[in-house]
């Protein structure tokens, strides 16, 4: 009676469709249905909801009437953001420093997760481990704080050049050095934190496969050249497209507090330009809401040619 039972609700499920396939899945398994209630409410008012202030991209925004009292204005607001020689010199400079990043920092963590693997001594992997991923739970501003110490023109590189003779180096204050220094300190960062996503790729391979190598005469390069990346090249396929979907945000917390005076003209970057015309001169939310709406729209694009590149170079794909 059971197994009839169980072969009528099989029937039913495979003859439903649509919204009762659904229905019956989550009277199913209402327990995993339970748990998504905080993560959708999380998401449907703080990544949704707040969509709706995008509006104003496409209004002369008036504080007396509010985002949904402002008048309309159609594209008057991107009709200035384009005209504005600012804006473009700031999206210019964004691609440099973020393609910069994906030439320096993106490879940073695989090949620290790579040279992981290859410890053999189990206690010297996990402090090493410990070493490089602590520096992700420091702040920005702390960082900057200690490249302050450090690099200023009484900190304590300069003191020690003094000592031996030779004169200061103002670092933090060169442009040159400053796009150089961006790199530098993102991976010492975060390259510890994120090998954390290409050592689980690793442990999940076959270890057959290094045992065959082995037996093959492969030396601990060609394992790695021939085993390990090209089990892990679909993660990193999928962390290049999620890398290239943000290459219009440049890390406005990093840029934020390390850029000074001496090098504002290399710092300001698409999020520096979108908070300096927001809140350090008259406050135009309808302009700055365009530039905003900009760039996630160029973000979109970025990201769906980088899944259908990777795509067609044969890698792994996050859609369609």
Request: contains cysteine; charged residues 15%; proline residues 3%.
């Amino acid at each position: 009676m059971k197994n009839g039972a169980k072969a009528e609700h099989k029937l039913t499920y495979a003859e439903a469709t649509g919204a009762r396939r659904v229905l019956i899945s989550m009277r199913k398994h209402w327990q995993i249905y339970v748990l998504l209630i905080l993560p959708v409410l999380w998401y449907i008012l703080f990544a949704y909801y707040p969509m709706a202030g995008l509006q104003l991209a496409f209004k002369t925004y008036k504080v007396r009437d509010g985002i949904w009292g402002s008048p309309w204005s159609g594209l008057q607001n991107f009709e200035a953001v384009f005209r504005d020689t600012y804006f473009w010199r700031s999206v210019g400079r964004t691609l440099v420093i973020n393609i910069g990043r994906l030439i320096f920092i993106f490879p940073a963590p695989i090949l620290l997760a790579l040279m992981f693997n290859e410890l053999r001594m189990g206690r010297y992997k996990k402090i090493m481990q410990t070493i490089f991923t602590f520096p992700h739970f420091l702040s920005w501003v702390i960082v900057a704080s200690i490249m302050i110490n450090l690099f200023s023109v009484d900190g304590l590189l300069n003191n020690i050049i003094l000592a031996l003779g030779g004169s200061s180096v103002n670092i933090l204050g060169s442009e040159k050095a400053f796009q150089p220094m961006l790199y530098v300190t993102d991976i010492w960062k975060s390259a510890g934190y994120s090998s954390i996503i290409y050592l689980s790729a690793i442990s999940g391979i076959d270890q057959d496969q290094y045992e065959a190598a082995e037996v093959d005469g492969a030396t601990r390069w060609q394992r790695i050249i021939h085993v390990t990346l090209p089990n892990i090249l679909p993660t990193i396929s999928v962390m290049f497209i999620l890398t290239c979907g943000n290459l219009m945000t440049a890390g406005f917390d990093q840029i934020f507090n390390m850029q000074n005076a001496a090098t504002k003209n290399v710092a300001e970057v698409l999020d520096m330009y979108i908070y300096r015309v927001t809140f350090q001169g008259s406050v135009d939310f309808g302009f700055s809401t365009a530039v905003a709406l900009f760039r996630s729209v160029l973000n979109m694009v970025l990201l769906v040619i980088a899944n259908k590149g990777s795509k067609m170079m044969g890698g792994s794909g996050l859609f369609g």
